[in-house]
């Protein structure tokens, strides 16, 4: 099992451009999530998806969107990049909460983005 | 408004010391409190997790500390080594989320010596 696996893993991107994150994960979860963590402010929920087409809104959703049109596959969509979305993304996966007892979710290797 | 506030931001522990990390919430609707490890270049990865029916949870070398009415957490980690050099962040989540919903701590950068 490869796990969470993200592409690409590094990225720079000019102010306006526009960009898609990739996450797989085969281990049959149910719930995804993507974050963003910058120094000092721990990670931060962006959008998460509780299942096969469906999507919702975390703590700082502003200026991303995602898909979920498969269940291994959960995308972040970045429509006009700007300097403040330069950060490192992580991709996470969970099954269905309250099923597991640790409720662990498994993260990416994460997404380096610098945008100029 | 970070609703989990984290401590130190940075330590540094003698190889065989205790590393003592604390948090503390806000929210009384919390009650799931993970703690995750992340070494450099890694995603965050589960290290050990506690709901608030219990005071303690130890696994191996790993004890989580939790104080309800105090609305604190912390990790312990006993007789630290060189390999626990890495970042840990507390995180907590609301009931009704059933741990899916996690509001993480700013992150604590552990380094080891030996």
């Known amino acids: 099992n490869a796990g969470v696996t993200q592409t690409p893993k590094f990225r720079v991107l000019k102010t306006g451009q526009s960009m898609t994150l990739l996450c797989a994960q085969d281990m049959n979860h149910e719930y995804m999530y993507w974050y963003r963590q910058d120094p000092g402010m721990g990670l931060r929920l962006i959008h998460y998806s509780v299942g096969e087409g469906t999507t919702a809104k975390g703590e700082v959703p502003d200026g991303y969107n995602v898909s979920r049109l498969k269940k291994q596959n959960f995308l972040l969509g970045l429509e006009s990049a700007a300097p403040s979305q330069t950060s490192v993304y992580f991709c996470a996966s969970s099954t269905m909460p309250g099923l597991s007892p640790r409720d662990t979710q498994y993260f990416g290797p994460g997404t380096r983005l610098t945008v100029l | 408004q970070q609703q989990v506030k984290q401590s130190p931001q940075s330590l540094i522990v003698q190889k065989g010391g205790i590393s003592i990390i604390n948090c503390a919430y806000e929210?009384?609707?919390?009650?799931?409190f993970p703690w995750y490890q992340q070494f450099p270049g890694k995603g965050p990865a589960l290290l050990i997790a506690?709901?608030?029916?219990?005071s303690e949870k130890k696994e191996g070398r790993f004890t989580i500390s939790f104080n309800k009415s105090a609305k604190q957490f912390s990790l312990h980690i006993m007789d630290s080594q060189p390999g626990d050099s890495a970042t840990y962040f507390c995180?907590?989540?609301?009931?009704?989320?059933?741990?899916?919903?996690?509001?993480f701590g700013e992150g604590t950068q552990l380094t080891v010596n030996p």
């Open positions: 506690i709901r608030p029916d219990v």
């Open positions: 929210n009384t609707a919390f009650d799931y």
């Open positions: 995180a907590a989540a609301p009931e009704e989320t059933s741990g899916s919903r996690l509001t």
